[in-house]
């Protein structure tokens, strides 16, 4: 029967290696996970970055784009409810706001059901744009994810949604 043959090493086996030379008292295996999965987060991010840019805006501003989106038509939510979704401070999310309306992809107006309210909607040129942007920052996801097949990619997905659950 035939063995696999290794995996390729990577930058993460080196410290991890190097901490077993120095320390090898530790047990290394969640470095060895958490280590891949905070690089691969920021080098997918940063690609997204990249693409989100040639649309005029950040990753956090696509997030409330996107977020909006989500909300179907009318496409509105209250800056509490904006904020509360983004895990973002009301300090952070006017910050986004205001550039997103200047830019006149979203506007605000007063809550009909709260007087001292407001509601945060898209405008269509904002709909246009987060609907051309999503499928562009897929695309980065999807070439990053192109190197499982479809049940790897799968296998994965179920593992960190366990981990995830169990690190609430």
């Known amino acids: 029967m035939n063995a696999s043959p290794e995996p390729r090493k ?3 086996d080196a410290i991890v ?3 077993a030379i120095v320390r090898p008292d530790l047990d290394t295996a969640a470095m ?3 280590g891949r999965i905070n690089r691969l987060a920021r080098t997918v991010g940063d690609r997204q970055e990249k693409v989100y840019g040639r649309f005029g805006i950040s990753r956090g501003e696509f997030d409330v784009l996107a977020t909006l989106r989500r909300s179907d038509e009318p496409y509105t939510l209250s800056p509490r409810q904006l904020s509360a979704t983004l895990m973002l401070t009301t300090g952070g999310m006017t ?3 205001d550039k997103l ?3 006149g992809l979203l506007r605000r107006s007063p809550d009909p ?3 001292r309210g407001l509601q945060v909607s898209l405008t269509d040129e904002g709909l246009r744009l987060v609907d051309e942007a999503v499928g562009a920052g897929l695309a980065v996801q999807a070439e990053a994810l ?3 097949d479809a049940e790897q990619a799968g ?3 179920d593992l960190l949604r366990e981990l995830l659950s169990g690190a609430r």
């Open 10 to 12: 990577d930058a993460v």
């Open 17 to 19: 290696d190097q901490w």
């Open 32 to 34: 060895a996970v958490f």
């Open 95 to 97: 910050g986004r706001l």
């Open 101 to 103: 309306e200047r830019a």
């Open 113 to 115: 059901h709260d007087r």
């Open 146 to 148: 192109s190197v499982l």
């Open 155 to 157: 296998q994965l997905a």
